[in-house]
C-alpha cells in the first residue's frame, strides 16, 4: 500500500495543522492505521492510531487533549488534527499502516514519506 501525507508545514506555537494520509488502496476493517514522528537521531515516537474497523483510537500521552485522529474510510484516508502546538512537536510525521493494534513503528508494514512540521516559538 503506498501513502501520502500532506497538511505540513511551519506554524507559531498554540497553532493548529490538520494532517493527510491517502493511501492508495483499499483499507480493510482489519487494518490500523497510525501516526508517528520523528526527530533527527532518534526512532519514530508514536503519536496516534485508529483501528479502521471500529475507529477505536489511542494516543501518546504527548498529545493527548491537543491532537484528534480520524478517519474516512470511502476515501480511505487517516488524518491527524493537531491543536495548541508546541516546540516540541516538530518533527517529521509520517503515517503508517499495520495489522496489529501496537504503539510499536516495528509493528506497521508501510509508510508514507513524511511531512515536515515545525513549530515555532
Known amino acids: 500500500v503506498q501513502l501520502v501525507e500532506s497538511g505540513g508545514g511551519l506554524v507559531q506555537a498554540g497553532g493548529s495543522l490538520r494532517l493527510s494520509c491517502a493511501a492508495s488502496e483499499r483499507i480493510y476493517s482489519s487494518n490500523f492505521m497510525a501516526w508517528f514522528r520523528q526527530t533527527p537521531g532518534k526512532e519514530h515516537e508514536f503519536v496516534s492510531r485508529i483501528g479502521w474497523g471500529f475507529g477505536n483510537t489511542r494516543y501518546a500521552d504527548s498529545v493527548k487533549g491537543r491532537f484528534t485522529i480520524s478517519k474516512d474510510g470511502p476515501k480511505n484516508t487517516v488524518y491527524l488534527q493537531m491543536n495548541s502546538l508546541k516546540p516540541e512537536d516538530t518533527a517529521v510525521y509520517s503515517c503508517?499502516?499495520?495489522?496489529?493494534?501496537?504503539?510499536?513503528?516495528?509493528?506497521?508494514?508501510?509508510w508514507g514519506q513524511g511531512t515536515q512540521v515545525t513549530v515555532s516559538s
Open positions: 503508517a499502516i499495520g495489522r496489529y493494534s501496537s504503539n510499536s513503528y516495528r509493528d506497521y508494514d508501510d
